[in-house]
């Protein structure tokens, strides 16, 4: 059973490539439920967070717990969309194979997928507008077209909590609206969002809770109380180019 009044729990989390600190001494705790944002500048560390959260790389020093846990106590619980740049596109599978992919942790290694997986593949694929989509390679597929497949795998899983990075980097509007919808329709299920964000215009419009950092925490908590002028100077300097709304 987990607990699942804190998504996510940091304290003191210190990840060093070849001892040079790229995270140093960040502490966070996240609530279910929430929507939320990582910003800051380049180099500020946000993807190597990321892959410390998932346990794909060792941290030097801190601790790091999912929903009350170590991460691979609830590794089912969590789904993850890399950077789209990461992936090879040539991969020979079309769309439908791609989501699909989301069910082997339940399926195990010897049950192929069926007619159930098949259909829900299919409604996965419907949820980020893409179910006309399904015979077509990935490789034949805009870049936020492919976003939205990646996430479509994702909702396969049926995880607890969704961890993206920079999902809306290169794509449209259009993909970008559409992500968008399903990631409010999964914090409304009361699963836990995580996602790597560039555009700090749209902050407050996408997400209810934000992490600001740039190596260290700068600030953590609601978006309203996050975006100040203060915090914002620390992590970006004269650079922010972040507006509030009037």
Known sequence: MMNKAMALEIQHLTVAYRDTPVVWDLSVAIPAGKLLAVVGPNGAGKTTLLKAILGLIKPTAGTISIFGKPVHQVRTAIAYVPQRMSVDWDFPATVL???????????????????????????SLAQVEMELFANWHISELSGGQQQRVFLARALMQRAELYIMDEPFAGVDIVSEKAIVQVLK??????????????????????????????VGTIACGPVEQVLKPEFMCRAYGNRTIYQPHQ
């Open 185 to 214: 329709g999964l914090r409304a299920e009361g699963k836990t969002v995580i996602v790597v964000h560039h555009d700090l215009q749209t902050l407050t419009e996408y997400f209810d809770w934000v992490i600001l950092m740039n």
């Open 97 to 123: 194979d791609v989501v699909l992919m989301g069910c082997y942790a339940r399926l195990g290694w010897f049950r192929r997928a069926g007619a159930l997986e098949k259909g829900e593949a299919l409604a």
